[in-house]
């Protein structure tokens, strides 16, 4: 089970909404790549989207009035 430390992600101007639809955008965009390149994946796409927004590749913009949910 994936349990990222997420601290650094999470820095209160991300909520963990917008986490969620980035991180599951992400993995799409990863899974349908890999389909048509014809490429297996050996991690799950889920796992591999995490990973980037923790590395810092991938920055989540959201709106302001939807930070406090």
Not at 13 to 21: A, I, Q
Request: proline share 4%.
């Amino acid at each position: 089970m994936l349990n990222p430390d997420l601290r650094n992600v999470l820095t209160g101007k991300t909520s963990r909404y917008s986490l969620v639809l980035a991180t599951a955008k992400r993995a799409r965009e990863i899974a349908e790549d890999a389909e048509e390149k014809g490429e297996i994946i050996v991690e799950k796409p889920v796992t591999l989207a995490v990973n980037e927004f923790i590395d810092g590749k991938f920055i989540i913009e959201e709106p302001e009035d939807i930070r406090d949910l």
